[in-house]
């Protein structure tokens, strides 16, 4: 299994300014992603964070809102650029030690308010 | 394309009574299924894997290829049940993310 410390826990932000979530595992883990889960809804994969290469995303996720950086296969960080009150949400790290039908481990979540 | 199909959104019971969370799939391959569970401000995690085969918590999902379905089952609900249910499927191979259903809300009532 994979321990999964996801930060900050919560935040307020105000409109126009970013934040960065950070995601960090204690072992090193092939495959990491970012969802946004709006509450008790689904998931919707917004990228997966490559080590060493740019993170590749889904449609309707673009680098220049969401950029990703995975500096090594313990940790990755998800910035949520120029906010606005519909990115208003959970955020959430996954990891995956990246063989075909492994198990996904979850972090706790962000939960991102933006007024 | 792969897809995960959870018809129901809500799903309501009595304490005692038996569950059934149906689960459909679309994929062309071999994959691996799975039911995760997010109970009340908890994180997801997993609750069973079809290659395990293994019953948790009283729940069970059986893999039927023919009728592309997983469906997850227990026998008497219980009020801690409560929670919301995904089903999710991985490509055997390859290094891709899960393909989530849309998720089920399992509410138990005393």
């Known amino acids: 299994s994979a321990v999964i410390s996801q930060k900050p826990s919560r935040d307020i932000c105000q409109r126009g300014t970013s934040l960065t979530i950070q995601c960090q595992v204690d072992s090193q883990v092939t495959m990491m992603f970012w969802y946004r889960q709006q509450p008790g809804q689904s998931l919707t994969l917004i990228a997966t964070a490559n080590q060493g290469s740019e993170a590749t995303y889904e449609s309707g996720f673009v680098i220049d809102k969401f950029p990703i950086s995975r500096p090594n296969l313990t940790f990755s960080t998800l910035t949520v650029s120029n906010m606005s009150p519909e990115d208003s949400s959970i955020y959430l790290c996954s990891v995956a030690t990246g063989t075909g039908g492994d198990i996904q481990y979850f972090g706790a979540g962000t939960r991102l308010s933006v007024l | ?110």
């Not at chain 2, 009574?17 to 062309?28: D, F, G, H, Q």
């Not at chain 2, 395990?52 to 893999?63: H, N, Q, Y």
């Not at chain 2, 089952?73 to 390859?94: H, I, N, R, T, V």
């Open chain 2, 1 to 110: 394309a792969q897809r995960v199909t959870q018809p129901e959104k809500l799903l309501s019971v009595f304490k005692g009574a038996p569950v059934e969370l149906k689960c459909n799939y679309s994929y062309s391959g071999s994959p691996e299924l799975f039911w995760y569970v997010q109970y009340s401000r908890q994180r997801l995690q997993l609750l069973l894997r079809h290659i395990s085969r293994e019953s948790i918590k009283g729940f069970t999902a059986d893999l039927n290829k023919g009728e592309t379905s997983f469906h997850l089952k227990k026998p008497f609900a219980q009020e801690e049940d409560s929670a919301m249910y995904y089903c999710a499927l991985s490509p055997l191979s390859g290094n891709t993310p899960l393909v989530f259903g849309k998720g089920t809300r399992l509410s138990v009532i005393a």
